[in-house]
């Protein structure tokens, strides 16, 4: 069992203000795997402190010596892949085998690449009479998602260091090791102090007290969308800048020309990865009328390959959901789709036989689902997918939009250009031609209320630098 006691201010690791504690449970028994504290808001003023002390020096830092630093962190976390696998499998219930490559090969990649960026970002440029300097934003309060931790920590705290930024970090309680294992390879790596703390705790404790406090520069936030309404709502009485990457409600549009066993395989394969709990998961698949059985007995087929299993076994291709609040959930709204006159295809909301003991979820697909049923519109973050029918290409791209969310999505479709015809309507961050790879250096993020800013590559780093602009005279021609 993992117990941390105490926080990482101003690179030591100090005791708590608040004496209570978090418990933290393996997803896939539901065993206690260890605690961590619970921060109070003294906690958080003081990590603040520390970061906005040591700003200005690590802004000053040249590029290429804060690129040191992301390397040392870098080998630091893959040297430590294993024991962080094993946490991140029992804190979110993602297969082993996916979290070596996703949940910690992803990082490590990521910490790397911005080191790289760093060095070669142009930070100054001539425009005219003036020159144009991109500096960092300052303080950065980093509150971060239990789904992929670590890799949503990467992409705020790697490229505001490199930036030159200090940053405050709230992960999730509900999956918070690993950031502790980070905070230790950082202290191994022999940053400053200041320019990186770590207080874990409550949203409306730390969280709020990050977004409201004046010497917080910028809240970075991943989470669900109402929480991201709050740090917005705070946030604004210090007018500081919010980056948002909140929920979705990604449609898989299959056009009549695709190929139907591709399209129902790769948007299931998009749907369940990391059992459902992705932000861009494409949980509404959109479907010609007129192929609706044909596409139900292809869906039926395919989700039976998906077998339950323990997510430390190496074989297991889906495994259980985070919580037991999330299992819940996810059975309350399987319930609520079938309530409101779904076909259950595969799955449903019963415990699966021989999981009782962890959160794990039966994977479901609904069919017949209507664009304006709960499962159509809510984000359900579990195995969940539900088909929708449509009269014709115009009726998909309306059906597609018609959501509070934009975050990703997809076409299927025989003829390329009119695949990508149809995606240019859809209103979101992100849309997969034929089930096309996720680009790591290609922008990350929603329209809508699934958020603003962007993540990954170059535009993941510049979220965290502003323009200043010098102005000489103009010499006399």
């Not at 105490?6 to 418990?23: A, C, E, N, S, Y």
């Not at 040392?72 to 082993?96: F, H, N, S, Y």
């Not at 549009?253 to 749907?271: F, H, P, S």
């Not at 019963?350 to 697909?365: I, L, N, W």
Request: a negative charge.
């Amino acid at each position: 069992m993992k117990t941390y006691d105490k926080f990482f201010i101003d690179g030591q690791w100090v005791t708590p203000v608040g004496r209570g504690t978090l418990d933290v449970f393996h997803s896939a028994d539901a065993k206690l795997m260890g605690r961590i504290p619970e921060g109070a808001s003294e906690d958080t003023e003081a990590a603040i402190v520390a970061a906005h002390k040591a700003r200005d020096a690590w802004a000053a830092t040249p590029a290429a010596e804060r690129a040191g630093y992301l390397r040392k962190i870098a080998a630091g976390l893959k040297a430590r892949t294993d024991e962080l696998a094993q946490v991140m499998t029992g804190e979110t219930g993602m297969p082993i085998k996916l979290v070596r490559a996703i949940q910690v090969g992803g990082p490590v990649y990521h910490w790397n690449k911005y080191a790289e960026l760093a060095e070669s970002f142009e930070f100054e440029a001539r425009v005219g009479n003036s020159l144009v300097v991109r500096e960092p934003v300052g303080v950065v309060g980093a509150i971060t998602p239990w789904n992929y931790p670590l890799n949503q920590i990467t992409l705020k705290v790697a490229p505001a260091l490199a930036a030159g930024c200090t940053v405050v970090l709230k992960p999730s309680e509900v999956a918070p090791f690993n950031a502790f294992i980070l905070a230790e390879v950082i202290e191994e790596a022999g940053l400053p102090p200041g320019v990186f703390n770590l207080v874990t705790g409550l949203g409306p404790v730390v969280g709020e007290v990050l977004a409201r406090h004046p010497d917080v520069d910028m809240v970075s936030f991943t989470g669900s969308t109402r929480a991201g309404k709050r740090v917005s709502e705070v946030a604004s009485q210090t007018v500081k800048r919010v980056a948002l990457e909140l929920g979705g409600k990604s449609a898989s549009v299959v056009l009549d020309d695709a190929d139907l066993a591709a399209a129902v395989k790769g948007t299931l394969n998009a749907c369940y990865l990391n059992s459902g709990q992705t932000c861009s998961a494409h949980t509404r698949m959109l479907v010609p009328a007129s192929r609706y059985d044909e596409i139900k007995a292809l869906a039926k087929d395919a989700v039976a390959r998906f077998t339950l299993g323990d997510p430390r076994e190496e074989t297991t291709r889906l495994g259980p959901l985070a919580s037991s609040a999330q299992r819940e959930r996810v059975q309350t709204y399987i319930r609520k789709g079938l309530s409101e006159g779904a076909e259950l295809i595969a799955g449903g909301d019963t415990v699966p036989e021989g999981f009782e003991a962890g959160f794990f979820v039966q994977p479901t697909v609904l069919g017949r689902v209507t664009p304006d049923a709960t499962v159509a519109q809510e984000e359900i973050f579990g195995p969940v997918l539900s088909i929708i029918t449509y009269q014709d290409e115009a009726d998909a791209v309306r059906i597609a939009n018609d959501s509070i969310y934009g975050l990703g999505g997809g076409v299927w479709s025989g003829d390329e250009a009119r695949a990508v015809r149809v995606a240019r309507q859809i209103r979101t961050g992100q849309v997969d031609i034929n089930g096309g790879e996720f680009n790591v250096q290609a922008p990350f993020g929603g329209f809508k209320q699934s958020g603003h800013g962007r993540e990954n590559g170059v535009y993941g780093f510049e979220e965290f630098l502003e323009y200043k602009s010098l102005q000489f005279k103009s010499a006399k021609s």
